[in-house]
């Protein structure tokens, strides 16, 4: 969509899919340190101050999305509030999105942020959809998270043993909410080298 260091001339309202924010290191690796939200979207709100992206930004899956240059965006706020309080709540979704993602990289064992990672990519209201999109490859979940891909692999392939989830490449089927839930609560206190071991609950 646009890449850090150009001139912020627009920003992009999602109808649907989801964005991987990302910075580069400086021996030009991609980091990505963050994901649109999945209810209010907007990209590159930033770069109506800041004259150039901060960061870029990648689909992550087929997506709608709107763009809207600033110039015309600030020209229509002035005389429409309504429009301007929409702006300021879908920043405040972001943010609030932004300090749940930084909360998912807080949890000390790697299952534990792989399974929180899993339920904040797919909204509440579509978790009896049958499987899923998965934005994100298990290398990016990795770097993500600061584990290693091999971590990534091991723990979700023991989610799959439990019948927690199914993910094939690209998608990822949630088999068992409860079992995810109790990932999140339970495997933080457990030790990061340990393989996940979790009874089926469905």
């Known amino acids: ?6 001139p912020g001339l ?15 290191t400086e021996d030009g690796r991609e980091q990505i340190v963050g994901l649109s939200h999945p209810g209010k979207r907007l990209v590159g709100l930033q770069s109506i101050s800041d004259g ?3 960061y870029s930004a990648t689909a992550a899956v087929a997506l709608d999305a709107c763009k809207i240059n600033h110039n015309a965006l600030l020209t229509y706020v002035q005389s429409r509030g ?11 979704a972001q943010l609030a999105y932004s300090r749940k993602l930084m909360k998912v990289m807080g949890h000390r064992s790697a299952a534990a942020k792989i399974a929180s990672l899993i339920m904040l990519m797919v909204p509440a209201s579509e978790h ?9 490859s298990r290398r990016e979940i990795a770097g993500l998270l600061s584990v290693s891909e091999e971590t990534v692999c091991r723990v979700m392939a023991d989610m799959q043993r439990s019948g927690i989830i199914k993910a094939p490449r690209g998608v990822i089927a949630v088999l068992s909410w409860r079992g995810l ?8 206190r457990d030790d990061p080298n ?7 609950l469905n």
């Open 1 to 6: 969509m646009f890449l850090e260091g150009q």
């Open 10 to 24: 627009s920003l992009y309202s999602l109808a649907n899919g989801m964005v991987k924010i990302c910075t580069h």
């Open 52 to 54: 150039r992206y901060a």
């Open 82 to 92: 309504d429009v301007a309080m929409k702006l300021i709540e879908s920043l405040n």
């Open 128 to 136: 009896d959809k049958a499987e899923y999109s998965l934005p994100l």
């Open 181 to 188: 839930r109790s990932l999140v609560n339970e495997s933080s």
């Open 194 to 200: 340990l393989h996940v071991v979790v009874d089926t």
